[in-house]
C-alpha cells in the first residue's frame, strides 16, 4: 500500500520510495527528509474529503505532503 491509503492515527513502516527517473528530484527529497526502508511513519492528520495535504511524522518531524508525493511512499502496516 502506499502512504496515502494510511488512516489517521495510524503507523508503518517505509518498505520504498518509486521513482519516475534515475534523477527524481521529488523522490530524492523524501528520501532526504527521511521515507527511508524501515523508517516508521504516522498518519497525523488528512484533509477534509480526501483533499491535499496529509499531514505526516517521521521521527519527531512532521511534513505535509500532497497526494501525488505521498503516493510515492510505498508502506507496510506496522506490527
Same mark, same amino acid.
Given at each position: 500500500?502506499? *502512504?496515502?491509503? #494510511? @488512516?489517521?492515527?495510524?503507523?508503518?513502516? /517505509?518498505?520504498? $520510495?518509486?521513482? =519516475?527517473?534515475?534523477?527524481?528530484?521529488?523522490?530524492?527529497? *523524501?528520501?532526504? #527528509? @527521511?521515507?527511508?526502508?524501515?523508517?516508521? /511513519?504516522?498518519? $497525523?492528520?488528512? =484533509?477534509?474529503?480526501?483533499?491535499?495535504?496529509?499531514?505526516?511524522?517521521?521521527?519527531?518531524?512532521?511534513?505535509?505532503?500532497?497526494?501525488?508525493?505521498?503516493?510515492?511512499? =510505498?508502506?507496510?502496516?506496522?506490527?
Amino acid at each position: 500500500m502506499d *502512504l496515502t491509503q #494510511l @488512516g489517521k492515527g495510524r503507523q508503518a513502516r /517505509v518498505v520504498g $520510495v518509486s521513482k =519516475a527517473s534515475a534523477d527524481d528530484a521529488i523522490a530524492h527529497r *523524501l528520501l532526504d #527528509l @527521511g521515507f527511508v526502508p524501515g523508517e516508521v /511513519v504516522t498518519c $497525523v492528520a488528512l =484533509a477534509p474529503w480526501g483533499g491535499d495535504p496529509l499531514l505526516v511524522q517521521v521521527g519527531f518531524t512532521r511534513f505535509a505532503l500532497r497526494r501525488s508525493e505521498a503516493a510515492r511512499v =510505498a508502506v507496510e502496516p506496522a506490527a
